[in-house]
């Protein structure tokens, strides 16, 4: 068993990563690969128009979400958001971030990318009588 933590949101991908340079890559969710397997997986959209020529179906990457599966462990998170960063960043921004409430209060943290690295964001708790403390 271990701490599980829960995952949320989704960092989003500008401009998104064509399907030429996804076609082979570790962070697509395909059958083969469970989700269970990565704690981070690419969103891919897919778009389906009739052409002249017949039905094009364009796939990109649009997002960096979380893991659906249950009962994750977040110990890896930062690292995992990095290597896809690492992986299809060049050229590109990351906004938003992914939320991670972990199974004790106040365990709450995220992950978003700030120039380029993947990084831990804690909150500060502010109590009514004007005194901090970290989460």
Known sequence: MGYVSYLSGEIIIEPPIPWRELQHSPFVR???RKEWERLTWLRVVEETKETDE???TRREAVAIRPS???ELR?????TDVQAIVDAHGAGRTFTGFILVRGEESPDIWRVAIENGRAVEVRPRIVWPDG???EA
């Open 68 to 70: 659906q599966a249950d």
């Open 74 to 78: 977040a110990h890896s998170l930062v």
């Open 54 to 56: 017949g039905t094009l």
């Open 30 to 32: 395909t059958p083969e």
């Open 131 to 133: 005194t901090e403390e």
